[in-house]
């Protein structure tokens, strides 16, 4: 059986891209063929997967994935593959991993009225709503129950199409038995005292992660206080408008931009607290990284697993709306509060928690979809 996983772009330090590369590893390792069909791969190539660059000359985003969308619609039918699986919204999916939050909605809710009359909002709509819409008939992979309310209050999106899936996290970023080692070897590394409070950030895409809002609440601390913070951020994008914000609000000097990276796990150990105000998330996977990491955080209820830190007991969920307030004040609460107490909350969670086996079930559901479309083909051929 062939099977083809289909992203704009791959990168190793992107959260949807790492789950693309288990389930694919999954599929792989039950017998399935996996060619991945992408408009730029960074990193390494794995053995398992068989890759495919489509090159376009298309300078807008836009353009080159309307090219992309375009090529594939036009050449996998050459190919014999079995099952269409995307991983970006657009035409021709059997199978969609919803790795992003409604478009839909955020176009409504947090742009300005006129943004529904660019040209960019007409082209993502209208490939949200070719996977959504309830004529479409692809099958989602889901993984947030508000995401799911989203999509389906503007689409009316067949609930027998939607597969809700654990998450993906590794256990590798579980805490390690020595954690207290690699904890006391990064504050080394990074020449923090023992006083010092590390805040982190992780997540790139500054700008939907809420980067300005923590920039914002780390400026509001009590001097006292803000004097022994500093801030990691770690994230593919431009920092230029952070750094000036920083500048701005007086505190540049505690904070250091970190561009994608893949040693993340010492950087949890190695902190104290991570902030993670998203505007919007349809998952989240730092989050629960942050928590089986034993690593307490602050992070806005839109995220999908924000509900997990109120599960755990391990950080302050914020409410929506939105209050800028509220996150300052929570940010001193948390910095004075027994981060040892929720740390262990944290590890305890993830000792018992069903936060590990998504790979698994999305390789049962690409059995069940692929298993119900060859039962339909051979009763459609034994008809005529």
Known sequence: MKLAFCLYKYFPFGGMQRNFLKIAEECSKRGYRV??????????????????????????????????????????????????????????????????????????KLRPWWYRYTFRYKHFASFEKAVFEKKAGVNILMFSPIQKKLFQNFYDTDSSFIDMLPPGISRDRRAPDNASDIRKSFREEFNLENDEILLLQIGSGFRTKGLDRSLRAIASLPIKLKSKIKFFVIGEDDPSEYISQAQKLNIADIVTFFSGRGDIPKFLQGSDVLLHPSYAENTGGV??????AGLPSIVTDVCGYAHYVKEAQAGILLDSPYSQNRFN????????????????????????????DMPLKAAEVIDRVIKKKWTKKNWMDKVE
């Open 35 to 108: 060619t991945v069909y992408t408009l730029e791969w960074l990193g390494e190539k794995p053995e398992f997967l068989k890759i495919v660059i489509i090159k376009t000359d298309a300078i807008r985003n836009i353009k080159k994935y309307q090219f992309f969308s375009r090529w594939l619609n036009e050449n996998l039918k050459h190919e014999s593959i079995d099952l269409v699986i995307g991983f970006n919204k657009m035409p021709g999916l059997d199978i969609y991993y919803c790795g992003d939050p409604c478009y839909e909605y955020k176009s409504r």
């Open 329 to 356: 004040r929570n940010l001193e609460e948390i910095l004075l509060a027994d981060k040892l107490i929720l740390r262990n909350n944290g590890i305890n969670f993830s000792n018992s928690a069903d936060i590990y």
């Open 287 to 292: 989050i629960l990284e942050a928590l089986v």
